[in-house]
């Protein structure tokens, strides 16, 4: 049952991507999500993005999936933020101490920010550890990827390339 309704989340995601008459993307996520800095203050709003490719991946100390996913983060930071790819880190630990000890063991080139009310985590449904969106140059959702296993990086790394050619 669950993953029927996985299956059903991101084929109705991909649907909704598809109809360029809807609303757009970001400015829907950007208004539900009030996320800040580890240290509490606002972060940027995502609607600041606009133009970019987002890579939004919601993370959190006790997944040992996200371990392995950092340095794949890392170095799609590295390699792809001149083209216009912007990593996001998206935590959702409940104490901010717990995602700085990670962020000690596990240093982060990226963009870090959190979620403490989880309202972003909640208007996108994240149901696993760790989730990322992948978000176009128009602001879409365009790909969402539950889990982390190495052998898939290449087609991330594909798609993200295809929207970073796309024209807005």
Known sequence: MKKIKQSFFIIALLLLCSKSTLADHLEQISSACDLKTLDGKP???????????????????????????????????????????????????????????FLAKHPAHFSIVADPSKACAKVLEVMAMPTSYIIDKKGNIRHVHQGFRPGETKELRALLTQLVMENP
């Open 43 to 101: 972060a940027a709003v995502l609607q600041e993005l606009r133009g970019k490719v987002v890579y939004m991946d919601f993370w959190a100390s006790w997944c040992p999936p996200c371990v392995k996913s950092f340095p794949f983060l890392n170095q799609l930071e590295h390699d792809m933020k001149e083209q216009g790819v912007h990593v996001i880190g998206v935590n959702l630990d409940e104490k901010v101490k717990d995602a700085e000890d």
